[in-house]
């Protein structure tokens, strides 16, 4: 079965640094683009990052852009997001997500992931 499981979240001051991992299997992992999406409570979903199938295009949000590296190692089925520098507007529950085929332009689309993870609460204090 398709399995998609987030963790490293946790508590951090602000400035900080934390590393979210997602592992995956059921599927191919080399055969999909991956996306990091964080929601807030009140707030609705945003688009994090996302990374190509072979893992050499990557994209940012502006608001993490400079401060987040999303990275993957499609053997060990494995994705991780490096979040430096930590502001206490990260404060949220970041979600893994696959989608088949290319990067293109929807990355930042919600609708183009076919399997997400649970979330994994990143909590960042003022």
């Known amino acids: 079965q398709v399995q998609v499981v987030e963790s490293g979240g946790g508590l951090v001051q602000h400035g900080g640094s934390l590393t979210l991992s997602c592992v995956t299997s059921?599927?191919?992992?080399?055969?999909?683009?991956i996306g990091w999406f964080r929601q807030a409570p009140g707030k609705e979903r945003e688009f994090v990052a996302a990374?190509?199938?072979?893992?050499?295009?990557?994209n940012y949000a502006d608001s993490v852009k400079g401060r987040f590296t999303i990275s993957r190692d499609n053997a060990k089925n494995l994705v991780w997001l490096q979040m430096n520098s930590l502001k206490p507007e990260d404060t949220a529950r970041y979600f893994c997500?696959?989608?088949?085929?290319?990067?293109?332009?929807?990355?930042?689309?919600?609708?183009?992931?076919?399997?997400w993870g649970q979330g994994t609460q990143v909590t960042v204090s003022s």
């Open positions: 059921g599927f191919t992992l080399d055969y999909h683009t």
């Open positions: 997500a696959a989608g088949s085929g290319a990067l293109g332009t929807t990355y930042m689309m919600q609708a183009r992931y076919d399997y």
């Open positions: 990374i190509s199938r072979n893992g050499v295009v990557r």
